[in-house]
């Protein structure tokens, strides 16, 4: 069973930084893309950081410059520091994987609980 936990969140002031990691675990083959979504009460999910097998990676326009996203191929983890915190970063981050249960099977995305951030000001 592929398990994604995503750890870090918290209350922090406006300005500040936050570092959110996520694990992944289970009978896994391969994993290809990794991302970063979030979640705000009354909103859509949206991706906000993108990060490919290669390390190849894409930002959503409002956390450019602020967010930087990337991953550990032997640890199977995908992490995201976030500097320069906004009230409007205010929402549930999510974790995603693109993964490969075994060698003659199709990827297939799996999503962690998500975690907690909320910006004070």
């Known amino acids: 069973q592929v398990q994604l936990v995503e750890s870090g969140g918290g209350l922090v002031q406006a300005g500040g930084s936050l570092r959110l990691s996520c694990v992944i675990s289970g009978s896994i083959f391969s994993i290809d893309d990794m991302g970063w979504y979030r979640q705000a009460p009354g909103k859509q999910r949206e991706l906000v950081a993108h990060?490919?097998?290669?390390?190849?990676?894409n930002y959503a326009d409002s956390v450019k410059g602020r967010f930087t996203i990337s991953r550990d191929n032997i640890k199977n983890t995908v992490s995201l520091r976030i500097n320069s915190l906004k009230a409007e970063d205010t929402a549930v981050y999510y974790c995603?994987?693109?993964?490969?249960?075994?060698?003659?099977?199709?990827?297939?995305?799996?999503w962690g609980q998500g975690t907690q951030v909320t910006v004070s000001s």
């Open positions: 995603n994987a693109d993964v490969r249960l075994r060698v003659a099977e199709p990827l297939r995305d799996y």
């Open positions: 990060i490919t097998s290669g390390g190849s990676t």
